[in-house]
């Protein structure tokens, strides 16, 4: 896999590229509801690329990722403030959050990806200096051994972990978020789980607002795999509950951003974009 000269988006790890492109974007935005000042400095010249690729829509309506960066910088912060201190995000990709949200420095936060991604990251980053302790892990997570590793080497490192996987469950497969779920149930210190979840109602409409079309999914790798119809009861019996989900829908109301065409009526009546959002799951098993 070479991650900097395929376009648009080849293999999984190339979606990284594309929000992250999204981030730059809104951070440009007079509006801006954060700004990602490393966004660009990642995608180096692929930034023209990748925006090129949208169409003019697709570039200003960028509002569901505003929207999913918004609700789970908040939860995260929350987390923080109620005593979580080890953060492990899972498919990290080009997220900076610990470089921009206000962490405190004895936090201790872990991003994982593919092995080129991580790669291509501590090197373009080498000079920036996160506000926590930033520690970066190479592992495919489809694969069973290497995702275990993962987190056997991180639980108990304190008595709270949040695991975040933003962007990553549907490109796995159902056994391996089954696999990943049961994993984590199993450990001492991973009590919640951070996530982002579609309905599939909702999933035609991003594809269209985005303006990805199946040419642009060349590889089978980066097709959405897995799509429970409701990711609640999918998480219940491996030993998961959810406790807060912030919808889109009420996160576009709430941000003042709307999709293109849409009017607060419109965004009042969709339900696929209240039924899904960011949802924070807590471990029933102890
Ligand atoms: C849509 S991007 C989201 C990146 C980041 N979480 C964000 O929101 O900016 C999906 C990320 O998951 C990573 N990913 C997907 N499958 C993976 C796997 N099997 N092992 C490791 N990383 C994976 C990709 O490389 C990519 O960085």
């Known amino acids: 896999m070479q991650v900097s000269n395929q376009l648009p988006v080849k293999h999984v790890s190339h979606t990284a590229w594309l ?33 090129s690729r949208f169409s003019e829509d697709a570039k200003t309506d960028h509002w569901l990722l505003t929207i999913r960066t918004c609700q789970i910088d908040q939860l995260i912060l929350n987390a923080v403030q109620n005593g979580v201190t080890t953060i492990l995000n899972l498919g990290a990709g080009l997220d900076t959050r610990p470089y921009r949200l206000p962490l ?29 302790n930033l520690h970066r892990i190479s592992a495919d997570l489809s694969d069973a051994e290497q995702r275990r590793k993962v987190l056997r080497d991180i ?37 919640y789980w951070l996530m982002d979840i579609f309905n599939h109602s909702f999933i035609d409409v991003a594809h269209k607002l985005w303006n990805i079309t199946p040419a642009d999914l060349e590889s089978d790798d980066v097709r959405f795999h897995f799509l429970p119809e409701n990711m609640e009861s999918f998480l219940k019996p491996l030993g998961w509950d959810l406790k807060q989900l912030l919808s889109f829908g009420q996160g ?25 959002g960011v949802c924070l799951f807590t471990k029933s098993r102890r």
């Open 19 to 51: 929000v992250a492109a999204f981030r730059a974007q809104e951070s440009e935005r007079p509006d801006a509801h954060f700004k990602d000042n490393l966004a660009s400095k990642l995608l180096g010249a692929l930034e023209t690329e990748y925006l």
């Open 104 to 132: 405190p420095s004895s936090v201790n936060w872990y991003e994982a990806d593919f092995p080129e991604l991580i790669d291509y990251k501590n090197k373009t980053l080498i000079q920036d200096v996160p506000h926590c």
């Open 155 to 191: 639980d108990g490192l304190s008595a709270s972990t949040l695991v975040l996987t933003e962007g990553l469950l549907y490109y796995l497969t159902d056994q391996n978020v089954a696999e990943l779920a049961n994993e984590l149930a199993e450990t001492k210190s991973f009590n």
């Open 252 to 276: 576009a109301i709430d941000l003042d951003r709307f999709p293109k065409g849409y009017d607060l009526q419109k965004v009042e009546s969709e339900k696929g974009l209240f039924e899904s």
